[in-house]
């Protein structure tokens, strides 16, 4: 079956918090894995599905700082995990599957966001590696305990900065072209909801459902510092891009659409499509300058075809049927 790329109207919208997406969900017995839900929208989405009765693990590149931060979170634990190595990806999931338990919920929240130039051990730029291929690689490992589950889903956080790009399948890593630092982060967007389209087709036959999110504009302390990092020219273009703070989005904003993805019966059989503001987005024209929906390159089945083959090849890592 496929999801129609359109509105629901849902009845929720961009100040709808994860708490209210998530109304009386009863998660007991659900476990879940929130990539970097230890900061942030990733904090908020933990401490929501938690609230809900669920089991949450984080996985976390700095795990002491993740404990202290989900200490007083009711089911959540952390275990250490760096999407920038695709070693530290394959330890993670052994112990995971080593475990025997279903996972339910797999929210691929973990992100950097415009960074300078810097590749990983494949050559890969860093941001593609960790936003894409990391969670990529991830959810490949893991893929027996997602189908042992019964009924599951996997989130991928996307962004509306895929809208700056495609995938450049020539030259994903920025080997021959200048590397833009904004132009990888969106590459890097698009890749994660092209990945949910993909997933979605290979897993609904085995109750795998996949989804991607737009959390919105919000305001976390990494965007903050992020902008307090930049360049007076550079910060400047960014409060141009970025807006006035005060119309961001709090966190628990912020997580709103991935607890909805995550666990609404409104998404029931359903999979496959764009998210935000609580709803499935409005798919939009390539030249559309609004701020909202999803740019036609970013749910092509074609192209998200393209990249799941790519992607094995450069992960070097097959997913399982």
Known sequence: MTTRQAPLHSGFGARTTAREALGNRDLTGV?????GGHAGIGLETTRALSGAGATVIVGARTPD???????????????????SY????DAFAERFLASGRPLHVLVNNA???????????????????????????????????LRRASGA?????????????????DDPSFERRPYDKYLAYGQSKTANALFAVALDARGEAHGVRAFSVHPGAVTTERV????????????????????????????????????????????????????????????????????????????????????????EEWTLVPFGG
């Open 31 to 35: 476990v879940a894995l929130v990539t």
């Open 65 to 83: 700082k993740a404990r202290e931060a989900v200490a007083a979170i009711p089911r959540a634990s952390v275990d250490t995990l760096d999407l």
């Open 86 to 89: 695709p070693a530290s990806i």
């Open 111 to 145: 992100g950097i966001i415009a960074t300078p130039l810097a590749r990983d051990a494949r050559g890969f730029d860093s941001q593609f590696a960790t936003n894409h291929l990391g969670h990529f690689q991830l959810t490949a490992r893991l893929w027996p305990a």
């Open 153 to 169: 889903r996997v989130v991928s956080l996307t962004s509306r900065g895929h809208g700056r790009t495609g995938i450049d399948f």
């Open 224 to 311: 903050r510092q992020l902008v307090r990092e930049l360049s007076g020219e550079e910060r400047r273009a960014a409060e141009v891009r970025l807006g006035d703070f005060s119309a961001f989005k709090t966190p628990e904003q912020g997580a709103a659409t991935s607890v909805w993805c995550a666990a609404s019966a409104q998404l029931d059989g359903m999979g496959g499509v764009y998210c935000e503001d609580v709803d499935i987005a409005e798919a939009v024209s390539a030249d559309s300058p609004a701020p909202r929906g999803v740019r036609p390159w970013a749910i092509d089945r074609g192209l998200a075809e393209r990249l799941w083959v790519k992607s």
